[in-house]
Antibody, heavy 119, light 103 residues
């Protein structure tokens, strides 16, 4: 059974940093692109970042302007999102997702982890 | 950039009724469109991929159609557990969602 479990969320002050993790199981992690998608309270889904199978290709939503970094450790079957210079508008539930196909279908999602940026 | 527009924003229906949701792309995406269902407090769940292929474990009452710029998600007969928000997606872009609620 495919499972994705996020961790590392919580309350952080504006300007602070946080590192999200996503532990994968039930599939060959190293053969899939992976993705982070976020959802602000009461809002829709917003793509954040993608990473390819070996971590050599990374793509981000333009609005992040270099504040976030996606990475992975295939030996640990884990996906990460390093978030720096956090702002109130980064407050959201962050989902990791397994990606397949050439147009980023997310066929499996984690349960999501809440990040709250507030003083 | 591709803009996905969904209509209606809200759909109020009763169990047993047919639901028809629309997604329109600002340019052709061929058949490269997916649909997701999201219930409150839960992660999205993949329903349909490649516009008309039903994902594993999804009931047969869910179906998708369309190609190019116009797509439709149909729920043939709504079950109580179907009421949720539905999103269409292509690549990095998501539509704003259609909220299907109980009338």
């Amino acid at each position: 059974e495919v499972q994705l479990v996020e961790s590392g969320g919580g309350l952080v002050q504006p300007g602070g940093s946080l590192r999200l993790s996503c532990a994968a199981s039930g599939f060959t992690f190293s053969t899939y692109w992976m993705s982070w998608v976020r959802q602000a309270p009461g809002k829709g889904l917003e793509w954040v970042a993608n990473i390819n199978e070996d971590g050599s290709q990374r793509y981000y939503v333009d609005s992040l302007k270099g504040r976030f970094t996606i990475s992975r450790d295939n030996a640990k079957r884990s996906l990460y999102l390093q978030m720096n210079s956090l702002r109130a508008e980064d407050t959201a539930v962050y989902f990791c997702g397994r990606v397949r196909g050439d147009y980023d279908v997310r066929d499996y999602w984690g349960q999501g982890i809440l990040v709250t940026v507030s003083s | 950039e591709i803009v996905l527009t969904q209509s209606p924003a809200t759909l109020s229906l009763s169990p047993g009724e047919r639901a028809t949701l629309s997604c329109r792309a600002s340019q052709s995406v061929r058949s490269k469109l997916a649909w997701y269902q999201q219930k409150p407090g839960q992660a999205p769940r993949l329903l349909i991929y490649d516009a008309s292929n039903t994902a594993s474990g999804i009931p047969a009452r869910f179906s998708g159609s369309g190609s190019g710029t116009d797509f439709t998600l149909t729920i043939s007969s709504l079950e109580p557990e179907d009421f949720a928000v539905f999103y269409c997606q292509h690549s990095r872009f998501f539509g704003p969602g259609t909220n299907v609620n109980i009338k």
